[in-house]
């Protein structure tokens, strides 16, 4: 089905919608790629994504020799080697696993923020942004771009912010932290224009916890207070959903 410009597709379960995402992306990749010599892709790190990259990771049809590869965001104030980090959480489920042409990870040890923000948005002009692979937080945001920092015209593509309580408390509840005191209160994150700026978007978004976040993904008015909502005007963005984040919409959708 279609609500404005998204694709939406539902499956059974979080395997089956991996599967597919998996798919999807490994064709996108390949297409793009008779046509250019190499070409950037944003990975997202969070539990949601697990089935989606380990189906990634068992094509060998795509040859990663020629992807350069990014994450969208990363907190501030973690130890370097911390499992929780974005850029740790990839490199143990994806970065390592295939031969990229290049990773490039956002420093989560970085104390000059400015100079940090400076040198990944060079990175991402310079090599260029073709796929995005995301998800949608709790409240709705996409990256670690909340409701009270979303910015759909942002002028920057990366910027230091505060986390909202609900995006922490996501944290814990999907088992990263043991307590919310633990999840830092700073991030680094890409903006909404470079996430939106790739030809081919794909957004994986499986669990009941995140139900509420995609009917106000295809149902809320496309606003800041719902950043996740941009992506119904976006070209060429796909949604994938399993049962049961896909348990509050209208019961006459079609599943794949």
Known sequence: MKIDNLSI???????????????????????LLERKAEIGMIFAAAPSQNEFLSALIAD?????????????????????????????FLKERLFDKVPFRNVYYIP???TDHAAAIAGYSRLLADK?????????????????????????ADPLPMKVVELDPRCRRQQVNDGCFHTLAEV???????????L???????????????????????????????????LRRKE???????????SLLPEDQPSK
Not at 16 to 29: E, T
Not at 184 to 194: D, G, H, Q, S, Y
Not at 197 to 223: D, E, H, M, Q, W
Not at 236 to 246: G, P, T, W
């Open 9 to 31: 597709y539902i499956f059974p379960d979080r395997q089956a919608m991996g599967r597919q995402a998996a798919a999807d992306v490994s064709a996108a990749i390949r297409e």
């Open 60 to 88: 060998r049809s795509i040859p990663w020799e020629r992807v350069n590869a990014f994450h969208m965001d990363e907190y501030i104030g973690l130890s370097p080697d911390a499992p929780q980090g974005f850029g740790n």
């Open 108 to 110: 989560n040890d970085a």
């Open 128 to 152: 260029g942004v073709d796929i995005v692979c995301m998800g949608i937080g709790e409240n709705g945001h996409i990256a670690f771009n909340d409701p009270h920092v979303a910015d759909f």
């Open 184 to 194: 830092p209160e700073r991030a680094f994150t890409l903006t909404i224009p470079v």
């Open 196 to 230: 939106m700026s790739a030809p081919c978007t794909f957004c994986i978004v499986p669990a009941r916890t995140k139900a509420g976040a995609v009917y106000n993904t295809l149902y809320a008015p496309i606003s800041e207070q719902n950043p996740s909502t941009i």
């Open 236 to 246: 060429n963005a796909r949604l994938y959903l399993d049962a049961d984040s896909a």
